[in-house]
């Protein structure tokens, strides 16, 4: 994808770091310091490549006018002037495309840099994990009849009965047995797996001892039976949801692990700057202003880095930028993976409420959970489009 690329950040030409900062800022709370800082380098870069199509196009002229003046002339010392002219412009022009390739290396590198800044801010908060609490306690609550009108205190009658009827039955003393061991059902034992089914078998025992004389027992018994179903099977189907956060958990971990170590690799080795002094003034600093100017400063160390290195080695100079722009560019396209998983998954649980909005016990739960991951889902997508994401990821370097 980047086999021929090159970059600029040349963002100082037009506009000093400060002009910039103050310009930016007006907009810093509508988006993200760094898209605002690529845009404006973005602007940038866009002018410098204008005036450089001009120039190489100025010269090139020249050059054709020379050749024709060349091809005319039949004068020996004259051809000779206009060839040493014409390969000084030759060498203008080679010197302009040099300046070109310096500066798209320029801003691509300070764009993989401010990128890999701005996922600093991004993986921390994933908004999604502090804003769905409630959403997941409701889940967890759904998911424990306990939770349930009546439920409570028409177990304590069952459990009653487990207890008095164990010495006599194997099956109820291993139920009174799980239930000595779980402690407290309403704090969340899942009604689910080995549980669940010597429950269903222990309610059925329950509900063939009543006699006729109980018959408004019995038939709160069923009632229960039904609810105890209908919750274990809910709890089934959002297990079965939610083993895919243990793995998009293990990525994102991993995820922060790379992007560490290319923080160290950018910010530490190749530009000198401390992390914790980044992070103060950067990841936790909450003056947008503040991190606009400190982000063109930054900017500023990459672009003069560039220089630096194109002075100091002038055979290889590209190669390490380059694999670092790779590297960074790469790791924001894994990001933006992650977060279109998580949307994925997100949208897995409207099928679960879908299919539980008729059940007569769960439905009015549905409800309410369905309300609450609308404000995940929004709080979410407001933060992170996982398509538009990638596709930026794409398309976050310039391609001489």
Same mark, same amino acid.
Not at 53 to 58: G, L, P, S, T, Y
Not at 88 to 105: A, C, G, M, P, W
Not at 205 to 222: A, D, G, M, P, Y
Not at 237 to 243: A, F, G, N, V
């Given at each position: ?6 970059l600029?950040? %040349? *963002? ?13 800022? %007006?907009?810093?709370?509508?988006e ?27 010269i090139?002229?020249k ?5 024709? %003046?060349?091809k005319?002339s ?7 002037e ?5 390969v000084?412009?030759?060498? +203008? ?28 801010? &991004?993986?921390?908060?994933?908004n ?20 349930? $009108?009546?439920?409570q205190?028409?177990? #304590?009658?069952?459990q #009653?009965?487990?207890? +008095?009827?164990? +010495? ?14 779980? #402690?407290d059902?309403?704090q ?25 004389r &109980?018959? $408004?027992?019995?038939e ?12 274990s ?8 949801? $939610?083993? +895919?956060w ?8 991993? *995820? ?5 170590k ?11 700057i401390d992390l ?13 202003k503040?991190?606009?100017q400190?982000?063109?400063?930054i ?36 990001f ?5 998983r ?7 649980y409207e ?10 016990y769960?439905?009015?739960?549905m409800?309410? *959970? ?8 929004n ?14 990821s794409?398309?976050?370097?310039i391609?001489?």
């Amino acid at each position: 994808m980047m086999k021929n690329l090159t970059l600029s950040l %040349s *963002l100082f030409v037009a506009l000093s770091g400060s002009a910039v900062a103050q310009n930016l800022s %007006s907009t810093a709370s509508n988006e993200r310091v760094t898209d605002q800082v690529l845009k404006e380098l973005s602007r940038e870069r866009a002018l410098l490549s204008q005036n450089l199509d001009f120039r190489i196009k100025e010269i090139d002229s020249k050059i054709n006018n020379l050749d024709e %003046s060349i091809k005319n002339s039949r004068n020996a010392s004259d051809k000779v002037e206009k060839l040493l002219e014409r390969v000084k412009f030759l060498e +203008e022009r080679q010197s302009e495309i040099d300046k070109n390739t310096i500066s798209v290396y320029k801003y691509n590198y300070s764009s993989a840099v401010l990128n890999l800044a701005s996922m600093e801010r &991004e993986i921390k908060p994933l908004n999604l994990f502090n804003s769905s609490r409630e959403f997941y306690s409701t889940l967890d609550k759904v998911s424990n009849p306990m939770h349930y $009108e009546g439920y409570q205190e028409w177990f #304590g009658k069952f459990q #009653g009965f487990v207890k +008095e009827n164990q +010495e006599d039955n194997a099956r109820l003393a291993a139920l009174n047995h799980i239930i000595q061991v779980t #402690g407290d059902l309403s704090q969340g034992t899942p009604f689910v797996g080995m549980f669940a089914g010597s429950l269903f078998d222990g309610i059925g025992t329950f509900i063939n001892s009543l006699n006729r004389r &109980e018959k $408004e027992l019995r038939e709160q018994s069923v009632q229960m039976l039904k609810l105890t179903t209908s919750v274990s099977q809910f709890t089934h189907d959002k297990d079965l949801i $939610e083993t +895919e956060w243990d793995a998009i958990n293990k990525s994102l971990d991993e *995820l922060k692990n790379i992007q560490d170590k290319a923080m160290v690799e950018n910010f530490e080795q190749m530009l000198g700057i401390d992390l914790k002094t980044f992070g103060r003034k950067f990841t936790n600093e909450t003056d947008a202003k503040k991190r606009t100017q400190y982000i063109l400063d930054i900017s500023k160390i990459a672009e003069n880095k560039i220089v630096e290195e194109r002075e100091s080695n002038p055979e290889n100079w590209k190669q390490n930028y380059h694999d670092q722009m790779l590297a960074v560019q790469n790791l924001k396209i894994r990001f933006g993976d992650i977060t279109f998983r998580i949307l994925e998954n997100l949208n897995k649980y409207e099928g679960l409420i879908e299919k539980y909005k008729k059940d007569p016990y769960l439905k009015d739960k549905m409800s309410d *959970l369905e309300l609450k991951l609308d404000i995940v889902k929004n709080s979410f997508e407001s933060t992170f489009n996982p398509q538009e994401y990638i596709k930026a990821s794409n398309e976050m370097y310039i391609v001489e």
